[in-house]
């Protein structure tokens, strides 16, 4: 099993950033990717950004590219997220995740972290 935990979520002004991690235990394969996820109230779980643990590869939502980036400490086993430019329409709960060469798709993912949230005020 493979537990994640997410921290570094809060209040923020439109405009300024903030830097999720998410701390990974249990078991990883190489072949596994971490995402990034936030859900906002009454609105589905949108995909984020993606990286793999192997080679880095990342991967972006049209939304946040340009603004986030994702990045791993695979000696620390540790994802992270960086949030520059927010928006009040980053206002969610962001989520970790990890799946076998998952993709986009929350149901590619078979750990989920508890989420954190982030608030961006205009």
């Known amino acids: 099993q493979v537990q994640l935990e997410e921290s570094g979520g809060g209040l923020v002004q439109a405009g300024g950033s903030l830097r999720l991690s998410c701390a990974t235990s249990g078991r990883t394969f190489s072949s596994y990717v971490m995402g990034w996820f936030r859900q906002a109230p009454g609105k589905e779980r949108e995909f984020v950004a993606a990286i793999s643990w192997r080679f880095g590869t990342t991967l972006y939502a049209d939304s946040v590219k340009g603004r986030f980036t994702i990045s791993r400490d695979n000696t620390k086993n540790t994802v992270y997220l960086q949030m520059n430019s927010l928006k009040p329409e980053d206002t969610a709960v962001y989520y970790c995740?990890?799946?076998?060469?998952?993709?986009?798709?929350?149901?590619?993912?078979?750990?989920w972290g508890q989420g954190t949230q982030v608030t961006v005020s205009s």
């Open positions: 995740a990890a799946g076998n060469l998952a993709r986009r798709n929350s149901y590619e993912y078979n750990y």
